[in-house]
């Protein structure tokens, strides 16, 4: 008997992992059918995935957005429903008819419409990590009681999840995060200090969205995503340890507790990861560059230099400490990004400026949606705050945030 389609609504279906989410799903047809899409301001490049993908739903993200869509699509004979704001993104991320939804929304703007997902009891292709890093406890256990799966996106949580396919959890010993140390491998704080937007915005071997391009040139990506690992594989933050691999081609391993270390390798390429996501657990025949081991000279592994890249310090303090801290890294990060590719903000200045809001916190329990949402506000009124007497960044960082790595290595 032929199977169901499995249904599909992508939230941030302009962007980069979006647009290979839909160019996957476009590519067997028979196993997947795109109901719902959601984004921010991309009209243009929404407009033409309502007509290559016929949803039956679309939401952006505000209403002047919205009327503008409309005017578009007036002329289309099409049937499509316009919902705008949060509400409407929520709408797309729980239409009754489907199946999974992809979070690649970036940011904190993915966070309710992922709840949503979740308390809908989606099943959910995660690639939006800042959701876990801000509200990981409520996530996973909101998840538990809806009955959903969450399936990694992010090629390093995928690269894991299939290491850990047919092994015991408690069997575990270590998450070995690789991260290819982005445009400024090896650069010293100094060379750091001089950076400009242009060159952090060109990274060796990932096409990606300019904020986690961002985040990759400053190791803030690498830290988030060490907390995300700690909410989707259940293992505590210092488990997770980080490994420099400027090839990209091991995606991530899992150390077990008898010595053996299980990789997944493959070019780097999100249409692999997406595609385990999409259709796990079965495997796609998906059109993506093949690897070729003779073709690689080497592949080598350093520790992170982290007095160089002090974001991922202050991830895995954020992260020790818990409750709304991790929130508030979040928004403090998303803040100084901005504020660095704007030209206001120096690139050494972003884990400074991080570094200050953290220091300002009093942590309290992430355990309401109201909790979270209020640490994330207060951070980027206090980061706004900080950056409006900018000069004072430029002075070294506190001893204290000048926070060591993992404590185990
Ligand atoms: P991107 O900037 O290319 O796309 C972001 C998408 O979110 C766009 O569709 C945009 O319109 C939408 N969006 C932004 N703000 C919105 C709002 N307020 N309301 C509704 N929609 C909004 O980003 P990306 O590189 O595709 O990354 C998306 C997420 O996936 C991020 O969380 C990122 O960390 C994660 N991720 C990306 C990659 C990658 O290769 N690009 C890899 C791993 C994880
Ligand atoms: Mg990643």
């Known amino acids: 008997m032929k199977k169901r389609r499995k249904r599909l609504s992508i939230l941030g279906s302009t962007g980069s992992i979006g647009v290979n989410t839909i160019d996957v799903a476009c590519a067997f047809p028979d196993r997947f059918e795109i109901v719902g899409l959601a984004a921010g301001r991309n009209i243009h490049r929404l407009k033409e995935q309502i007509r290559r993908v016929r949803p039956r739903c679309v939401a952006v993200c505000d209403e002047e957005t919205s009327r503008a869509l409309e005017k578009m699509l007036s002329a289309d004979a099409q049937a499509v429903e316009i919902l705008w704001g949060e509400e409407g993104l929520c709408r797309v991320a729980s239409l009754n008819e489907v199946d999974m939804v992809v979070s690649a929304i970036v940011g904190a703007a993915g966070l309710m419409p992922t709840l949503a997902a979740v308390e809908a009891g989606k099943d959910i292709a995660l690639a939006n990590k800042e959701t876990l890093v801000i509200a990981g406890e409520l996530v996973t256990r909101r998840l538990k009681a809806a009955g959903g799966r ?27 995060l690789t991260a290819s140390g982005g445009p400024f491998f090896g650069k010293n704080p100094r060379e750091l200090a001089s950076v400009t937007p242009q060159a952090a915005l060109r990274h060796p071997n990932w096409s990606m969205g300019p904020k986690i391009t961002i985040d990759s040139a400053t190791l803030m990506n690498k830290g988030l995503e060490v907390i995300e690992a700690h909410w989707l594989f259940d293992v505590p933050v210092d488990a997770v340890v980080v490994h420099i691999h400027p090839e990209s081609i091991v995606h991530s391993m899992v150390e077990y507790v008898d010595g053996s ?16 996501a999409l259709a796990y657990p079965e495997r796609l025949p998906v059109e993506a560059p093949k690897l ?23 991830a895995y303090r954020a992260a020790r400490i818990g409750g709304t801290m991790p929130a508030v890294l979040n928004a403090a990060n998303e803040t100084a990004v901005e504020a660095f590719l704007a030209g206001r903000l120096g690139f050494t200045d972003i884990p400074r400026l991080i570094a200050r809001v953290m220091d300002a916190h009093e942590t309290k329990k992430a355990d309401t949606v109201e909790r979270v949402r209020q640490a994330d506000r207060w951070a ?30």
């Open 380 to 409: 980027r009124d206090t980061a706004h705050a900080l950056l409006d007497g900018a000069p004072a960044l430029s002075e070294p960082m506190d001893h204290h945030s000048n926070v060591a790595g993992p404590a185990a290595h």
């Open 292 to 314: 070729d081991l003779f073709a690689m000279k080497a592949l080598t592994f350093y520790p992170p230099d982290m007095d160089a890249f002090p974001c991922l310090g202050l």
């Open 150 to 176: 969450l399936l990694p996106v992010d090629s390093e949580h995928s690269a894991i999840f299939q290491a850990l396919q047919g092994n015991s959890p408690a069997a575990v010993k270590r998450l070995l």
């Open 261 to 276: 270390v299980i990789a997944q390798l493959g070019v780097p390429d999100m249409k692999i990861p997406i595609a385990y």
